[in-house]
């Protein structure tokens, strides 16, 4: 009878990181998505001048590949490095194995990948004209 009861909370306390991480995943890339984007507005006018001198939309594109994950990276590794020197000062942490960084890791660039989409289609849709005032 102990063993179910063993057996049924862990399942619980499973499904609830499960259903946590599923959350916390969905918050971030929306929080990275806003940001990449409002980055990306912010840079509007130099997009429109890459263009009117005519730099392939590949470029432009990698080029915002390149900031949402250079921001995934150094969240990454701010977040790493709290989570290991501030884990002693928990009364209760959970232990992760190498595997579980990198598996959280291909997350993270997975997440900033997806996000930059919405940044790179509005930074695609630009007209060279804005460049000029137009």
């Given at each position: 009878m102990?063993?179910?009861?063993?057996?049924?909370?862990?399942?619980?306390s499973?499904?609830q990181?499960?259903m946590?991480?599923?959350i916390?995943?969905?918050?971030?890339?929306?929080?990275v998505?806003f940001?990449?984007y409002t980055l990306t507005?912010?840079?509007i006018?130099e997009?429109a001048?890459?263009?009117?001198i005519g730099t392939?939309?590949?470029?432009?594109?990698?080029?915002?590949?390149?900031?949402a994950?250079?921001?995934g990276l150094i969240?990454f590794?701010?977040?790493k490095?709290?989570?290991?020197?501030?884990a002693p000062?928990?009364?209760k942490h959970?232990l992760l194995v190498?595997r579980?960084?990198?598996?959280?890791?291909l997350?993270v660039?997975?997440i900033?990948?997806l996000?930059?989409?919405?940044?790179?289609?509005a930074?695609?849709?630009?007209d060279p004209a804005?460049?000029?005032g137009?």
């Amino acid at each position: 009878m102990e063993n179910i009861l063993v057996g049924k909370l862990i399942a619980t306390s499973a499904r609830q990181i499960g259903m946590f991480l599923v959350i916390l995943a969905v918050v971030s890339a929306a929080i990275v998505a806003f940001i990449i984007y409002t980055l990306t507005l912010g840079k509007i006018r130099e997009i429109a001048v890459l263009k009117l001198i005519g730099t392939r939309n590949v470029t432009i594109a990698a080029m915002i590949l390149q900031q949402a994950v250079a921001l995934g990276l150094i969240g990454f590794v701010v977040g790493k490095i709290a989570a290991t020197f501030g884990a002693p000062y928990f009364p209760k942490h959970v232990l992760l194995v190498p595997r579980d960084s990198f598996a959280g890791l291909l997350a993270v660039m997975a997440i900033c990948v997806l996000s930059s989409i919405v940044a790179i289609r509005a930074a695609l849709k630009v007209d060279p004209a804005e460049a000029v005032g137009g």
